[in-house]
């Protein structure tokens, strides 16, 4: 039991590059969250899902798209990165039918440069 | 809109020195208040969840309590592996997200 994975744990982009983050779970979690951490901002929501095929906007959504074609999966596209974008990516995943348990469990982050 | 303060922004402590972290929030109905541990370069780590006023619950030195404006997040005779970040988070009723606070980095010395 993996829990939730990311790739990569690393990147470094030039302004106007594109990447996808990919994140998967594997406690049969409904609910998946991307999120942004910076020094002194505390974690903020990009964007969520609620279920396969879903996706909402959360808190900072500008720049950023998600897709959520599987249950496990959750990926975070970066169409035209800019130096703003330069943060630490969690993916984070919660709620399954059969616990009721609610507590959001995180990745281990992905590290992303725009120069 | 939820709102989750931390304070202090930083704690330093000698082993075995006691103390408290403070969380205040402001949420339209409180469904859970979520306690997290984050270790540098890593995710964060789920510690408790609190879902009303007056609960306490506690995992080895770490002993967390609610109430309807603010939780406390205890740690009793510290050790440096309790160095970390803590994250205080509030989901509100009806809602799927948390609003986080900027956290308190704890550094113990020994």
């Known amino acids: 039991n993996a829990g939730v994975t990311q790739t990569p744990k690393f990147r470094v982009l030039k302004t106007g590059q594109s990447m996808t983050l990919l994140c998967a779970q594997d406690m049969n979690h409904e609910y998946m969250y991307w999120y942004r951490q910076d020094p002194g901002m505390g974690l903020r929501l990009i964007h969520y899902?609620?279920?396969?095929?879903?996706?909402a906007k959360g808190e900072v959504p500008d720049g950023y798209n998600v897709s959520r074609l599987k249950k496990q999966n959750f990926l975070l596209g970066l169409e035209s990165a800019a130096p703003s974008q330069t943060s630490v990516y969690f993916c984070?995943?919660?709620?399954?039918?059969?616990?009721?348990?609610?507590?959001?469990?995180f990745g281990p982050g992905t590290r992303l440069t725009v120069l | 809109e939820d709102q989750v303060t931390q304070s202090p922004e930083a704690l330093r402590l000698q082993e075995g020195e006691s103390s408290s972290l403070n969380c205040s929030y402001t949420?339209?109905?409180?469904?859970?208040l979520f306690w997290y541990r984050q270790d540098p370069g890593k995710g964060p780590e789920f510690l408790f969840t609190l879902y009303s006023a007056g609960e306490e619950k506690e995992k080895e030195r770490l002993k967390a309590t609610l109430t309807k404006k603010e939780s406390f997040l205890h740690i009793t005779a510290p050790k440096p592996e309790d160095s970390a970040t803590y994250l205080c988070?509030?989901?509100?009723?009806?809602?799927?997200?948390?609003?986080f606070g900027a956290g308190t980095t704890v550094t113990v010395r020994a």
């Open positions: 984070a995943s919660s709620y399954s039918p059969e616990t009721g348990y609610n507590e959001q469990f």
């Open positions: 949420v339209s109905g409180l469904r859970g």
């Open positions: 988070a509030v989901q509100a009723a009806n809602d799927y997200k948390l609003s």
């Open positions: 899902s609620v279920g396969e095929g879903t996706t």
